[in-house]
């Protein structure tokens, strides 16, 4: 009797910390549950959106989540034949890859001459060039704007925006890049002198390849900031034919006070997939390069 209570006891006490466990896994799977219901809860709306047909859409009797008439894919063919939305797209990806090479020539060569050369004030120079990256954009757009107009003549082109971006980009990326290549050991670049490297062998064969994740960091945020903006483009750009997502959209598919709802969410979904796509492929990079530059860059 005795032996059967002392086991019913350790069955007991086993089975306590794996109901615990247990409570612990449903607990996180619910909590993750709602963050990404949270998370895919408006691209659903926007796909069902631009999926409606018109009438749903001001429908007050339909309900605004789900649709009574027949789906269509009448608003993504508005949007592509009516405006010019393939334009804009176009000039959007132009501006941002053009952005992008500019601030990887500038930043990767930038940081690891603030992170390995030794000249007086490379510090102070690098908080100060971190801090012009704070300057809120609404006080730069006036000068920036004089500046493309009566320098690089590149006024209402989309030009002017690469000419512009590249200012908000270059600081705070060339702050991530000395951060990553800080944190680099030294003693690897040091060991490919001895084999008879040049400097510029090593930083090719030994820092670059080491640095992906910092590198495919700033690529990913020069390219998306490029993208988002929407001061500059809105102050330095009016031709249609010239015009980026961000500015052509709104100016184009709000007249007064019609709202083209359909083609407004289309054409925000297209390139929110795009982006989060790319996000996702490059995350573990992304995540990587974030927290090296950021806890070695101080």
Request: hydrophobic letters at 55%.
């Amino acid at each position: 009797m005795s032996a059967s209570l002392t086991t019913r006891a350790e069955v007991e006490r086993r089975r306590r910390p794996r109901g615990k466990h247990i409570r612990k896994r449903v607990l996180l799977y619910l909590a993750l549950a709602f963050y990404l219901f949270i998370a895919c809860f408006p691209v659903y709306y926007m796909l069902v959106s631009t999926l409606k047909n018109d009438y749903d859409l001001i429908d007050p009797n339909v309900n605004p989540f789900w649709f009574k008439r027949p789906l269509g894919l009448e608003h993504f063919v508005y949007l592509f034949t009516q405006t010019h939305f393939p334009t804009w797209a176009f000039n959007t990806l132009i501006v941002a890859a053009c952005v992008l090479g500019i601030t990887l020539l500038v930043c990767v060569p930038g940081g690891y001459a603030l992170a390995r050369l030794r000249f007086p004030g490379a510090q102070n120079f690098a908080i100060g060039m971190f801090m012009t990256y704070l300057v809120p954009p609404i006080l730069l757009f006036l000068p920036l704007n004089q500046l493309v107009a009566n320098v690089f003549n590149v006024v209402n082109t989309r030009w002017a925006l690469v000419v512009v971006l590249p200012t908000i980009t270059i600081p705070f990326c060339i702050w991530l890049m000395m951060g990553f290549f800080k944190q680099v050991p030294r003693d690897l670049e040091e060991a490919a002198w001895v084999d008879g490297c040049t400097r510029w062998q090593a930083v090719r064969r030994v820092m670059l390849p080491i640095s992906i994740p910092g590198i495919l960091t700033v690529a990913i945020f020069a390219f998306t900031l490029a993208m988002q903006d929407f001061l500059y483009a809105l102050v330095m750009i009016s031709p249609s034919a010239e015009k980026v997502i961000n500015t052509g959209v709104p100016t184009e598919l709000i007249r007064g006070d019609v709202y083209f709802w359909g083609e407004l969410l289309a054409a925000a979904l297209i390139p929110g997939l795009i982006v989060a796509f790319v996000y996702n492929l490059f995350l573990d990079y992304f995540i990587e390069g974030v927290t090296g530059g950021a806890l070695a860059g101080h």
